[in-house]
């Protein structure tokens, strides 16, 4: 990968972790309206209780507050931004137009046309994603055929997931491959594949990990809508 490429290539990692925050920071603006919560009455005060000992206003709206913004959410937005907005800048990376696809592009060494599922982490998917994992593969082979484009290999049709290391793949990753010879490519193997270079993930983990310390710190912002719930939750109460 040549340098100069590879340097723009981790700053536009840093362009779109900044939309992100964007993201996270208009999230947070609602969350600090009680209207924007699903409220359960059977667990909310638990929530506060279990988590900081009561449930006064404060309390109660940090737990309404704090699950949202550091749970699952926020790993599908930030893969979403990988897969809309980072990979698709890759030169030799494009958006799939094919159902069931979500990038297609030109392996930086085999240089062959790689059609890649993505996926987020190595827990991502659950035991009933498997088949309709592959019979999305199968109907995507079909229709290159049917529409008279090549006889594509199954080892061709991959699943990307963008972090972890493949050692720590969960079950149904594995079932996948031992079921056929689709190919999961995680983490450094993925990201060597779109670049041709070993180091890349590493390098990317370590330009967003100093990008999120110069940056990530929204502990005011948090606090201001918290106060900003509570007192919403307050006037609830009365």
């Known amino acids: 990968m040549e340098a100069h490429y590879k340097q723009r290539m981790l700053c536009r990692a840093e362009e779109c972790f900044r939309v992100l925050l964007d993201r996270r920071d208009q999230k947070l603006r609602e969350l600090s309206h009680l209207e924007n919560h699903a409220l359960n009455p059977l667990l909310d005060t638990h929530k506060s209780i279990y988590l900081f000992g009561d449930d006064t206003d404060e309390n109660l709206a940090r737990s309404l507050i704090y699950p949202s913004i550091i749970g699952t959410g926020l790993n599908t937005s930030f893969g979403d931004i990988i897969q809309k907005e980072y990979l698709v800048d890759f030169d030799n990376v494009n958006a799939s137009g094919i159902k069931g696809l979500d990038i297609e592009f030109t392996h930086a060494i085999t240089k062959q046309h790689?059609?890649?599922?993505?996926?987020?982490?190595?827990?991502?998917?659950?035991?009933?994603?498997?088949?309709?994992?592959?019979?999305?593969?199968?109907?995507?082979?079909?229709?290159?055929?049917?529409?008279?484009?090549?006889?594509v290999p199954n080892e061709r049709f991959i699943i990307g997931v963008f972090s972890g290391q493949y050692e720590r793949r969960n079950g149904n990753y594995k079932r996948i491959e031992q079921k056929s010879t689709h190919r999961v490519l995680v983490g450094q193997d993925f990201w060597e594949a779109v670049t041709g270079d070993k180091l890349f993930y590493s390098d990317l983990a370590a330009v967003l990990t100093n990008f999120q310390r110069a940056h990530s710190n929204s502990a005011s912002k948090v606090e201001r809508a918290v106060k900003a719930l509570a007192a919403e939750i307050k006037k609830s109460r009365r």
């Open 114 to 151: 790689i059609y890649c599922q993505l996926k987020a982490g190595v827990n991502t998917i659950n035991s009933g994603d498997v088949n309709p994992i592959l019979e999305k593969f199968t109907k995507a082979i079909r229709l290159i055929r049917d529409n008279g484009g090549e006889a």
